[in-house]
């Protein structure tokens, strides 16, 4: 008989999490104005809203913080770090930072200049952000499924490499300065990214002279699909096939909040040695010393053995199996979410469930609002509200192509009886989700508005 797929782990600190109830969170999510990122965190009880930097670290993490060497140059922990970042992603030079959009701002500021264009499966919103702030496109290639949520493809995340091919060509490829690809696509709903498509992206890039970057902020997690899905992968090691996607790039980005259990952290790689100097002259200049980057010597040490602990395969069997568990008790019960499941998050399809609230009113962030009223669960808006642009001729609303709500878990925290929780009241809300209504928005700021903008209920 097969037996539950159980946690490989047991917990030895706790930290409580506090019940509130409903009229108190009918209040504070008005003093929020309906934006669950201006909550306090005391106030959720279980926090779906990132995976990033939220990760229970092991006891081993715990202890290698004991050994962080806090020297300015040249410590221990750097060489430490340095030396598990190049087991695993090979490439020559390695850059601190203290988080994956430190890494993307220092790689695009270098990278872009005014009128370029930067394509990947699906930009992250910090990834597209710091494109745009460096005066450039952020365009998303995704392959035909993965524009559509109920789609069942065993790499949804593929980045279409006919439109690639196509937009080198009408743009000329001096305009291109680097092709990404974000492994696992998290926008696109966590979906995994084949070899044989990273080999065809390579392929192309190749034969037009443009560096191919990996977004890997969950490369571990794609590895893990590929040994799942892909033909021929199935009996190798995880570690070997996050080599091999990485040995098919130029250079990479990298958030260690995701896929390396910290707290915080980020790095940038790249093969190239002379554009390796010129992005440590601007580490130096707004993060710190190229051997620290704009991290203590603990947190190189903590990072260095989460990369080593996230390719652990009965972790990442367990941690799919939890993520799935959730999506399949939803879905089930009929509610609309992208499939198949991610693996670190659910994505439930607002438009789909809310058809009654237009993209004007924003579904997945009104849906977001009930989620936490009902059970005080925070998940994140991934539609309107963050990837929704201004027609600059009308100024009025352009929707984002998707409506979803993101369910991050967060890694090695949570357990069933959490995620039970969570499945009652996703239930809940569906069954009254004809009575949810939309928002309007009242405050919002230039860039990555979801942040911090403001709404009140429509009628
Ligand atoms: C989190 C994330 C980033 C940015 O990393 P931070 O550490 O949050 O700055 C970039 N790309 C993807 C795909 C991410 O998930």
Request: charged share 35%; net charge neutral; no cysteine.
């Given at each position: 008989m097969a037996r539950t797929i159980i946690e490989p782990f047991r917990i030895k600190t706790v930290e409580p999490i506090r019940i509130t109830t409903r009229p108190e969170r009918e209040r504070l999510l008005r003093e929020a104005g309906y934006n669950v990122f201006l909550l306090r965190a005391e106030d959720v009880l279980i926090d779906l809203l990132t995976d990033s930097g939220t990760s229970a670290m092991s006891q081993e993490q715990w202890a290698a913080l004991m050994r962080g060497d806090e020297s300015y140059a040249g410590s221990r922990s750097w060489y430490r770090f340095e030396a598990a970042v190049r087991d695993i992603f090979g490439f020559a030079h390695v850059i601190p930072t203290h988080q994956g959009r430190a890494a993307e701002r220092i790689l695009f500021a270098i990278a872009c200049r005014p009128g370029d264009i930067v394509p990947n499966n699906t930009h992250f919103d910090t990834t597209r952000a710091n494109i745009e702030q460096a005066g450039a496109e952020a365009r998303d290639l995704p392959c035909?499924?993965?524009?559509?949520?109920?789609a069942v493809h065993p790499?949804?995340?593929?980045?279409d490499v006919r439109a690639l091919e196509e937009l080198i060509r009408e743009a000329?490829?001096?305009?291109?300065p680097l092709v990404l690809v974000t492994v696992t696509n998290n926008s696109g709903g966590g979906q995994p990214v084949s070899l044989a498509n990273l080999r065809e992206v390579r392929d192309v890039t190749k034969k037009y002279g443009i560096p191919l970057y990996l977004d890997a902020c969950r490369f571990a997690e794609n590895a893990y699909f590929i040994k799942l899905r892909e033909e021929g992968c199935a009996e190798r090691s995880v570690k070997e096939i996050a080599r091999e996607m990485f040995s098919l790039a130029d250079g990479c980005t990298m958030s260690?909040?995701?896929?390396?259990?910290?707290?915080i952290g980020g790095f940038l790689c790249t093969n190239d040695p002379e554009l390796a100097r010129e992005e440590r002259d601007l580490l130096i200049l707004t993060e710190g010393y190229p051997t620290y980057g704009g991290l203590a010597g603990r947190d190189l040490e903590a990072i260095a053995r989460g990369l080593e602990e996230v390719l652990d395969e009965d972790y990442l069997r367990y941690r799919f199996a939890s993520t799935r568990y959730l999506g399949e008790h939803i879905s089930r019960a009929g509610v609309p979410i992208v499939e198949p499941p991610g693996g670190h998050a659910i994505y439930i399809d607002a438009k789909a469930m809310l058809p009654h609230i237009p993209p004007s009113r924003f579904p997945a962030q009104a849906l977001a609002c009930e989620l936490y009223l009902a059970g005080g669960v925070r998940g994140v808006e991934i539609g309107s509200v963050m990837f929704g642009k201004k027609?600059?001729?009308?100024?009025e609303e352009i929707p984002a192509s998707m409506e979803l709500l993101r369910l991050a878990i967060p890694r090695r925290v949570y357990t069933q009886s959490h995620i039970d929780y969570v499945v009652e009241t996703i239930l809940e809300v569906h069954e009254h989700r004809e009575a949810i209504r939309g928002l309007r928005l009242t405050y919002e700021a230039p860039f990555l508005r979801h942040f911090t903008a403001r709404f009140e209920t429509a009628e």
């Open positions: 035909p499924e993965g524009r559509d949520p109920a790499f949804k995340g593929n980045l000329g490829p001096e305009r291109i260690a909040k995701k896929d390396a259990f910290a707290n027609d600059p001729a009308t100024g």
